[in-house]
């Protein structure tokens, strides 16, 4: 498996989650789109939300979500990236709410670097993929 693979997984999922920390507090919440631009995975947030400025501050993240009798756990510092150019990226490969345009000031993206995916079955052994 490969990063690609990743994002279809993620994809597949439909909604995933994201935990991020502030303080000593964890938080975690429901995410629903990716993209892949310049090889890298990205996700999208607005900077009106919590979860932005958490990245912000403290870059380390997981994702968790399940699929198929299947669930993954992706370790990953995010990146954020203040192109317009990745922002269109995950405008063109997603259905997103109305309150995402890439041009509003408000639509913001990250992406993952340093990431580590564990996928895990019940009936096999787990696939660690690394990007």
Known sequence: ???????????????????????EQPHVRPFGSVS???EHLYIVTTNEKKVFHQML???KIEISAMYN????RLEAEVVYDHRR???QAMWDQNTLD????VDNGK???FYLKNATATIYSA??????ISF
Do not use: H
């Not at 109305?98 to 345009?101: A, I, L, R």
């Open 1 to 23: 498996m490969n990063m690609e693979q990743i994002y279809e997984y993620l994809r597949n999922c439909g909604i995933f989650y994201i935990a991020t920390t502030e303080e």
């Open 36 to 38: 892949i631009f310049e």
């Open 57 to 59: 501050k403290n870059p």
């Open 69 to 72: 009798n299947s669930w993954i």
């Open 85 to 87: 150019d990745a922002r």
């Open 98 to 101: 109305p309150m995402y345009s």
């Open 107 to 109: 639509t913001e993206v």
């Open 123 to 128: 009936t096999a052994t787990p696939i660690v």
